[in-house]
């Protein structure tokens, strides 16, 4: 390139400064020269290369700023703000910069290169001005007309140089001049096969080496990796054989660097060298603890980047899940479950067994952690369905397994399940609807073991709230010893049920005396625990009484912690009579065929039955949600289903609520009323006792109700039709147990004339002689479990009356005693079969221990009663014991 004749300035040598900015000479201070350039720089930032006129103006200066006074100034504000001036000067006059002397150019170059030293503190007030500079120059691409003087590479390698010392950590170096990065990334590409060597041999000289490069060899490794694997192809030999250094530390720093190159998201790195990989996989058993960490750590980036690679990872996992270090066990885990949040696809059965199993562990930091993280995965797969039902079936155990987990002693367990259950399960920010649908639905699809556990944990519930509550009634009670005493107990008790159980009494001691002292916060305290709170001023109160006492404000505050802990136990947040009726309309949905039963994977059957269940449980521990006409009618349809379990359901349901019926739901009363008499005289025997009980728990005129049963059910007695007297002795066996002076008479009649004389001390049938035994109720005859039946009637005659009076109870125990003497065959006629003598010897054995719980009868148990009982403990202990007024109970060998 030839370089254009020196262009002459307007004006013949004269210089024109911008207005504003007097003449700039050697003659003026250097506060007075900055200030001036300071407008020159100004002046240039605003023109362009269009500005023809002002260029051909100001030629005169742009070549004065390029004069020895300028560039060899010793005022470092004076050089940036003159090198400002001629990156602008070369930006408005390209491609022919006004300087046509190579010698100039050179040292204009040199001089603006040393000015680029100054962006090695980020920190520096004139930091913005040197990055203009540097971006300035790389924008234009200033230093290409370099290219063309003869010892430009002086200027470049000065370039690099000042570069490379300004670079350090207060910099991102791809962002500080990304198309530098970029110039780079594309030389090494294209000379790879050349310059690959030469990289081995820089890198490992480097790390044995003590220069600058040493600390920075692995960063570099993984910036070429990126850029071309190729060009570490000698490379990773080496780092196989650091993989196995003795030095721990050294082992840690190449399986971080080994964890990002395996890791990354396009890496073929695995595969392509499958010994370096096996190799790495080693490490997970490493001795050197941060090792073993640092690879666990890695696993969760491969999953997700590399799921090709889950059946490598899984066996090593699995060992690492049961390693002796808590922080590895409770960071595979984290591992598990952020591949499996990010896609359920990425985590196999195994890996997530392994997630399962570790909610058992020693240590409360791992268990905490693998049961939110299986709760997080459940409410994402399960709850929201982000992947489809497949997915959702796939981790449809989480549920019952978080559930049964209650079962542990733990009470740190007990209260997370409870927090799970609330958050993650059935979320109590869910509107009332679909929160109920959401809790409907999940007890139709839980095992046995999850139902009872989730029934023991509403019941855990209410019953903190019943001590709470009790602890308030003392509050309103005068001062004194017996009170104070009364309230240490209940504070005792309700400490057991909160964390740290010495800590939790120092903090309840307080806390009650805090309610003792605020009679508001008694006040919110009672609105939370009255049976009539809504979950939305659950909410309110729960709200309302952490704002109290919380100030003063305290970074932690322990005992307020611990009080929420208490809060969030006793608050319903997700039962209220809203709730309920969302479930009897779910229900009724149900029964109609218009719900999605089928759709949440249950049948119809299944969730009327698992629907009633859930009431029947509710009716327990909020009773007076249930009070309402709407709900009563619903139940009044379950009762005339044919479904046995769910009409016996109905009927606890209003046992359990129905105390206002008889005074504020005349309709439902007198509905009610021939259905509970209808299944007292012909349900089935569970039927029966329910319908006795609900009539004596409800109704004011319960004496007038029982009597309209009892005597018709006396009458009707038949022992030639053994088949049709299991629920009439049943319903007559619960009468007299409820109301046993109304009835004294006429069962002391039946017990004497039909029971034992006419039921029990006779064989009408003959048994099956298949020598068996024992056998299933469907095999036993009539006859045999009727007169189980009459046993059991007996017994709760005794208990009902509860006194020896009338002798009853020893004739009673004397026949019993025979029973058992006999073998089961009172009569000893050898009518009955082995298993029906069996049958009947285990009901008397059952009866005289029921018998012997009540302190009256106690007393007059002899001892060869008491020995003869003894002799039918084998069968109760290998079969179920059928003391149950079900004849249709299974009776199957017990698991040995």
Request: glycine residues 4%; proline residues 4%; neutral net charge.
């Amino acid at each position: 390139m030839e370089f254009p004749q020196q262009q002459k300035p307007a004006g013949e040598g004269k210089i024109i400064y911008p207005p504003g900015v007097k003449e700039i000479t050697d003659k003026i201070s250097n506060d007075e020269v900055v200030k001036r350039l300071k407008m020159v720089v100004k002046t240039y930032m605003d023109m362009d290369q269009d500005s023809e006129e002002e260029k051909q103006q100001y030629l005169g200066l742009a070549l004065h700023l390029a004069s020895e006074f300028f560039l060899r100034n010793p005022n470092k504000d004076v050089r940036l703000l003159v090198a400002c001036c001629l990156a602008d000067i070369f930006r408005i006059y390209a491609p022919e910069a006004p300087y046509t002397s190579h010698d100039k150019l050179k040292d204009i170059f040199l001089f603006i290169t040393r000015q680029l030293k100054g962006l090695e503190d980020t920190k520096s007030p004139q930091f913005n001005r040197y990055f203009y500079l540097l971006e300035n120059l790389a924008w234009v691409k200033s230093y290409n007309i370099c290219f063309e003087l003869e010892d430009c590479n002086e200027i470049f390698i000065q370039l690099f140089k000042t570069l490379f010392s300004v670079i350090n950590n207060s910099h991102n170096q791809k962002n500080l001049n990304k198309q530098a990065y970029d110039l780079a990334k594309t030389l090494l590409k294209r000379t790879v096969q050349t310059i690959e060597t030469c990289i081995a041999n820089v890198l490992v000289m480097g790390k044995s080496s003590v220069s600058d490069l040493s600390e920075h060899v692995f960063d570099l490794i993984q910036e070429l990796f990126a850029i071309d694997p190729m060009l570490l192809t000698s490379v990773m030999p080496q780092l196989e054989f650091k993989l196995k250094s003795n030095d721990g530390e050294e082992r840690l720093a190449v399986v971080r660097l080994l964890a990002k190159l395996f890791g990354a998201k396009d890496s073929e790195l695995a595969s392509q060298n499958r010994p370096l990989w096996q190799c790495f996989l080693g490490r997970f058993n490493d001795i050197h603890v941060p090792v073993r960490l640092e690879c666990v750590k890695f696993a969760s980036h491969c999953l997700m980047n590399h799921p090709d690679l889950a059946r490598d990872l899984t066996e090593y996992l699995k060992v690492r899940s049961h390693d002796p270090e808590e922080a590895i066990r409770h960071d595979v885990i984290v591992t598990i479950i952020n591949a499996g949040k990010k896609d359920l696809n990425l985590v196999n059965d195994q890996l997530l067994g392994f997630v399962r199993e570790r909610t058992l562990d020693k240590r409360w930091r791992v268990r905490k952690e693998a049961m939110m993280g299986l709760a997080q995965l459940f409410k994402k797969y399960c709850l929201h369905h982000e992947a489809g039902k497949e997915s959702a079936l796939k981790i449809s155990w989480i549920k019952d397994k978080l559930l049964h987990i209650y079962y542990q002693n733990s009470i740190d367990d007990k209260l997370l399940v409870e927090k799970i259950f609330a958050q993650y399960m059935v979320p109590h920010s869910l509107d009332t609807e679909e929160k109920m649908k959401c809790l409907y639905y999940l007890y139709a699809c839980l095992d046995t073991n999850a139902v009872k556990a989730l029934n023991e944990m509403w019941k855990c519930q209410n019953m903190l709230r019943s001590l709470v509550k009790e602890l308030l009634d003392l509050h309103k009670l005068p001062v004194s010893e017996a009170n104070n005493t009364a309230m240490f107990g209940k504070l005792m008790s309700i400490a057991k049920n909160l964390p740290d159980a010495g800590k939790a009494q120092d903090f309840m001691k307080k806390f009650n005396q805090v309610l003792g002292e605020d009679e508001k916060l008694r006040v919110q305290l009672e609105m939370l625990i009255s049976p009539t709170c809504s979950c939305k001023q659950a909410e309110i109160c729960v709200r309302e009484i952490t704002r109290k006492l919380t100030f003063p404000k305290q970074p932690t505050n322990p005992f307020l912690e611990m009080v929420k802990f208490l809060l969030e136990r006793i608050a319903p947040v997700h039962i209220d009579s809203e709730a309920i009726s969302a479930l009897v309309k779910l229900l009724n949905k149900s029964i109609e065929g218009t719900a999605d039963d089928d759709e949440e994977g249950v049948t119809p059957d299944t969730a009327i039955r698992s629907g009633l269940e859930l009431l029947k449980v509710l009716s327990f521990t909020h009773p007076t949600a249930f009070h309402s006409a709407e709900t009563y009618e619903s139940l009044l349809q379950c009762l005339k289903m044919e479904d046995e379990k769910v009409a016996e359901a109905a009927i606890q349901i209003f046992r359990n609520t129905g105390q206002k019926i008889e005074t504020e739901l005349q309709q439902i009363r007198s509905t009610l009323i021939p259905v509970l008499h209808q299944k007292a005289k012909r349900g089935t025997p569970h039927q029966a006792k329910q319908a006795v009980h609900c009539i004596h728990a409800i109704f004011n005129n319960k004496e007038v109700q029982l009597a309209q049963i009892f005597e018709p059910l006396s009458r009707s007695l038949n022992a030639d039709v053994p088949e049709q007297l299991i629920t009439p002795l049943v319903s007559l066996g619960h009468i007299s147990m409820l109301a046993p002076d109304q009835f004294a008479s006429p069962m002391k009649s039946i017990v004497a004339n039909f029971i034992v004389k006419d039921l029990l001390m006779n064989d009408r049938s003959v048994g099956n002689k298949n020598g068996k035994l024992w056998t299933t109720d469907e095999e036993v005859s009539p006859e045999v479990l009727a007169k189980v039946q009459a046993i059991k009637l007996l017994v709760r005659w005794l208990l009902g009356m509860k006194n020896n009076q009338s002798k009853s109870a020893n004739s009673t125990l004397r026949l019993l005693s025979a029973m058992l003497v006999s073998e089961g065959d009172l009569t000893e006629q050898k009518k009955i079969s082995k298993s029906d003598m069996s049958r009947l010897r285990l009901a008397a054995g059952g009866a005289i221990m029921k018998l012997a719980q009540e302190p009256c009868y106690h007393d007059i148990i002899t001892p060869e009663q008491t020995s003869a009982t003894r002799s039918c403990t084998w069968l109760s202990s290998n079969w179920c014991c059928p003391w149950s007024t079900s004849p249709s109970s299974p009776c199957v060998p017990r698991t040995q």
